[in-house]
């Protein structure tokens, strides 16, 4: 099971922190609350470059007796309330402006790729997506609800710093200046190094998320080929790779923090000692050299954070990049600008007009070449042949899941291409041979036929695909959960849902994919009883591999190799030899049918 390509693979280089512009169409809705962030940001940024002032007043008049000092304390207090003030509601609108972001930033992924065409999901997995839903815009929700709005703050308080710092001493701010390129050299120089680490660890918990999906959908599998150890061993080491990634970016981003932390301090000692030796010479007083000792540390500390808090942004930076190509994915399929409308009443016509067809993983064998096919409204046609002979293709193509090479399909003479598929594809009801059941109770599972429909529509729905016995005997009948997939009913049970799903949909164009495949003889009888009722008076197409089932067919077309060799009845096909009359020997000699087939074959 080696991992596949990605679309991660073909993504362009990082845009840096750039990156992060793509997020404001998700914040322009909530300027307001951006507004009133900004304004609690200004307030408790001035108020911090305010404090020094009245700390170098407290030191410079600490002589002038207690009643000017309880002044000074107690404008310091009514400061300090102001910044507890302006701090919380910071946080209380910079944090919700984050939640919200992000909510919306993860619906509009989610509604973009569930619109996705089966192209998409050959190169991209599963849960390299959810991935990018979970873990990519958590980092963005840390750096909307806090990081950015602490860099905007520091920011804020590094340039007020630096013209304060001016304002008290000239000549110390010189020393502060020649320091501040020394520090920004391993900023820039590892900083680069982080935002390549960073990027690389979100592809490998990307690639982690997708290991572990695959393997745990297809639990049963892997348990049943005893292929426990290499999946664990394939998960271990994608894990592993993740880890000695994040370890690296962990250990770079701790150096770069050491180097600043020590090169700023350092920095600050000098100073403060070169301001230790200007008050001894009375060339300042003790109240500008704690002014401008404090400044000094608002600037390190502001720049220190600036420090960590770019890292934060270049991973978002890089998040950001992600969820913006599943934002902006190019679906091979499109819905025209200017679509046709499908005439109400559907008639249910279908006809493929020279339709050529290859997979796009596989583009040197054609699936499809030069079919040609016509059904008539309310006609039951059967589709048979060998495994990959094509059938299950033209399931697909007539519900636009793809699009062919060449020639056209037609729903009522109108291309396909030229509607919206949600608009021709509620005319059509698919039992599929590998049916998905959600994780949801048995009345949902059915009711997706037709969302508003009623109890007892769903109960007619259910009795008529012969699953109403099983369901009420579960142990909160229609309203047991059937657990992720299905797990709790069998290969037919779950078959039967579909079916009851396809009859409640009541859909003009009814597609059966092998449909009664995994049901025992009796069922399977009972069931194809139930598709025949239901396949009165409407288009039916009918992929099936036991030619029993179809042996009532108006019309029974075969497949060979992606071309159409052999159409008419099943009498007419098996005097003409060839082909249908060999399947028909094989599956119908009693020596080698299986019961099904012969049930099926009485039940017709």
């Known amino acids: 099971m080696a991992r596949g390509r990605t679309i991660l693979e073909d993504r362009p280089g990082s845009k840096k922190v750039g990156a992060l512009r793509a997020l404001w169409p998700f914040v322009r809705p909530y300027r307001g609350q951006v507004v009133l962030a900004l304004v609690a940001l200004v307030l408790t940024s001035g108020i911090s470059l305010v404090l020094p002032l009245a700390v170098r007043r407290v030191v410079d008049n600490f002589d002038d007796g207690a009643g000017l000092l309880d002044e000074y304390f107690g404008a310091a207090l009514a400061i300090v309330a102001l910044l507890a003030i302006g701090t919380a509601a910071r946080y209380y609108f910079v944090t919700r402006l984050g939640e919200r972001v992000v909510a919306d930033i993860r619906k509009a992924v989610f509604a973009r790729v569930i619109t996705l065409s089966p192209g998409f999901f050959e190169r991209v997995m599963t849960g390299e997506i959810l991935s990018r839903i979970t873990t990519d815009t958590t980092l963005i929700q840390s750096v909307i609800g806090s990081s950015l709005s602490i860099a905007l703050r520091n920011m804020l308080i590094l340039a007020g710093g630096m013209v304060m710092l001016a304002y008290t001493s000239l000549k110390l701010m010189g020393l502060v200046l020649l320091i501040v390129p020394v520090i920004l050299v391993p900023i820039i120089g590892l900083g680069r190094r982080l935002r390549a680490l960073s990027r690389a660890n979100q592809d490998w918990i990307a690639a982690s998320s997708g290991a572990a999906s695959e393997s745990l959908l297809s639990a049963q599998t892997v348990q049943a080929y005893t292929h426990e150890a290499r999946s664990i061993g394939r998960f271990d080491e994608v894990t592993e790779q993740s880890y000695g990634v994040a370890l690296t ?178 005319a059509m009801a698919l039992v599929p041979q ?49 657990g992720e997939r299905g797990v709790m009913l069998s290969g037919g049970q779950r078959q039967r849902i579909a079916i009851a799903r396809a009859i409640l949909r009541d859909a003009p164009v009814l597609l059966l994919d092998e449909a009664t495949s995994a049901l025992d003889a009796e069922s399977e009888a009972l069931v194809q009883a139930a598709v025949n009722r239901l396949s009165e008076g409407r288009t039916t197409l009918v992929v099936a591999h036991r030619l029993a089932t179809v042996k009532k067919a108006d019309r029974i077309v075969v497949f060979d190799h992606g071309r159409v060799v052999a159409q008419g009845s099943h009498d007419a096909l098996v005097a003409e030899g060839g082909l249908y009359a060999r399947l028909a020997r094989m599956q119908f000699t009693h020596g080698t049918a299986t019961a099904p087939d012969r049930a099926a074959a009485a039940a017709v």
Do not use: C
């Open 434 to 482: 590998d049916p998905v059941i959600f994780a949801a109770s048995a009345r949902e599972n059915i009711g997706l036929g037709r969302p508003d429909a009623s109890a007892a529509e769903i109960e007619a729905a259910a009795r008529a695909a012969h699953a109403h016995d099983f369901i009420a005997a579960l142990p909160q009948g229609y309203d047991t959960p059937l």
């Open 249 to 426: 970016r962990i250990g770079t981003r701790a150096l770069m923090t050491a180097i600043v932390i020590f090169l700023i301090f350092a920095g600050v000692l000098g100073v403060l000692w070169m301001g230790a030796r200007d008050v001894s010479g009375g060339l300042m007083t003790a109240g500008q050299l704690v002014q401008f000792v404090i400044y000094a540390i608002l600037v390190a500390g502001s720049t220190g954070a600036l420090s960590e808090i770019w890292g934060e942004l270049q991973r978002a930076a890089g998040a950001t990049e992600r969820l913006a190509e599943l934002l902006t994915a190019q679906d091979s399929l499109a819905d025209p600008a200017q679509p046709k409308a499908l005439p109400r009443p559907v008639q249910g016509g279908i006809a493929l007009e020279g339709v050529s067809f290859h997979y796009p993983t596989r583009p040197d064998v054609s699936a499809l070449e030069g079919v040609n096919l016509t059904i008539l409204p309310g006609e039951t046609v059967a589709l048979v042949g060998p495994s990959g002979a094509g059938k299950t293709t033209v399931i697909q193509l007539i519900q636009r899941f793809w699009d062919p090479a060449a020639g056209r399909v037609t729903l009522d003479g109108i291309d396909l291409r030229d509607m919206r598929r949600d608009d021709f594809r509620r």
